[in-house]
């Protein structure tokens, strides 16, 4: 079956640092891949997606490239700021009938000033 | 537009009751999912609707458990009785099945706890 696999957290960084969160997914098919952050006492939103392999996924600073060879689709932010204190989710959705998504663990990452 | 809107937000109830979580998904959007989240076990899909009709339910822990969906606008989950460990975060979420990459946009939450 689907499964997506993340780096576990937490992430701790100082403002301005680099952030890589993992993810890795096992999927029959062509899935699509997304990022979705949780804030703080929030829900879910969507961060970016991608929906074949090679495209980039991008939004608020953060991107993602599907990589079909190495089955991954790792987030990165060259800078990142105290408001990006979150948890983040990899997920996948294998499309055709199965429209539901699969989540990874989520990663934990917060940002000290 | 509005997003997906769940109610209530926040729910405090004795076990042995029930609870009632609604939800009204994204006008247009034709899949329905509930989702819940803890720390134990993260997030977990319960159930799903197409086009108002349930088509995976075998994320739902127990008989305890129903959901319905009596239209395209409007869902419930049900909890009878109700069990302290079943305090969680209950998410609602909607799609346009087979559009935008299947992507799907989530409500805030209801925040459930049973003492």
């Known amino acids: 079956g689907d499964s997506v696999t993340q780096m576990e957290g937490p992430v701790t960084l100082s403002e301005e640092a680099f952030l890589t969160i993992n993810c890795t997914y096992t999927?029959?098919?062509?899935?699509?891949l997304f990022w979705y952050v949780q804030y703080p006492g929030e829900g879910l939103q969507l961060l970016l997606k991608?929906?074949?392999?090679?495209d980039k996924g991008s939004n608020k600073g953060f991107e993602a490239t599907y990589r079909k060879e190495t089955t991954s689709f790792h987030l990165e932010k060259g800078s990142v700021q105290v408001s990006d204190s979150a948890v983040y989710f990899c997920?996948?959705?294998?499309?055709?009938?199965?429209?539901?998504?699969?989540f990874g663990k989520g990663t934990l990452l917060t940002v000290n000033p | 537009d509005a997003g997906v809107i769940q109610s209530p937000r926040h729910e405090v109830t004795e076990m042995g009751q029930e609870v009632t979580l609604r939800c009204k998904p994204i006008?247009?959007?034709?899949?329905l999912f509930w989702y819940r989240q803890t720390m134990m076990r993260g997030l977990e899909l319960l159930i799903y609707?197409?086009?108002?009709?349930?088509?995976?339910d075998s994320g739902m822990p127990e008989d305890r458990f129903s959901a319905k969906m009596p239209n395209a606008s409007f869902s419930t989950l049900k909890i009878q009785p109700s069990e302290p460990r079943d305090s969680a975060v209950y998410f609602c979420?909607?799609?346009?099945?087979?559009?935008?990459?299947?992507?799907?946009?989530f409500g805030e939450g209801s925040w459930l706890t049973v003492v």
């Open positions: 979420a909607s799609s346009l099945a087979g559009a935008n990459g299947n992507t799907i946009y």
């Open positions: 999927a029959t098919g062509y899935p699509s």
């Open positions: 991608a929906t074949k392999a090679d």
């Open positions: 997920a996948l959705s294998s499309g055709g009938s199965n429209y539901k998504l699969t």
């Open positions: 006008s247009g959007h034709n899949s």
């Open positions: 609707f197409n086009n108002n009709v349930p088509i995976d």
